[in-house]
């Protein structure tokens, strides 16, 4: 809604999208809780940790990354952090496994049986 200010009234938003024009506005005027800067500020971390591995390294690695440097955040953390800013792990390939038409058929040796097919 808010990159939508120009373009539409806010009362006709807050009717199509069911919102209290007061909750809105209060909304509008928040700052930013001290948690979602230290987010915005470890997912830059995570960004440059990211990019500096070749876009390579997932959550696991790069929380040890971010320990390293001695930040103290959890795994679960940066995973979620990750998913919200769409950094992902590069993945490699499978392998694919064929099978050839149909099994072959072992014989047995025993030359008792061999007379007895003949």
Known sequence: MKSR???????LMCRVLNVNRSGFYRWL????????KENERLAGLIKQSWLE???VYGSPRI?????????RCGLNRVARIMKLN???ALL???RHYTKSG???V???NNPKLIHSIN
């Open 5 to 11: 200010l120009t373009t539409y009234p806010v009362r």
């Open 29 to 36: 005027e928040k700052p930013k809780s001290n948690r979602e």
């Open 53 to 55: 591995s070749g876009c």
């Open 63 to 71: 929380h040890a990354d971010l320990r390293e440097l001695g930040e």
């Open 86 to 88: 769409k950094v992902k």
């Open 92 to 94: 490699g390939y499978k």
């Open 102 to 104: 149909k099994p072959s």
């Open 106 to 108: 072992v014989v047995n």
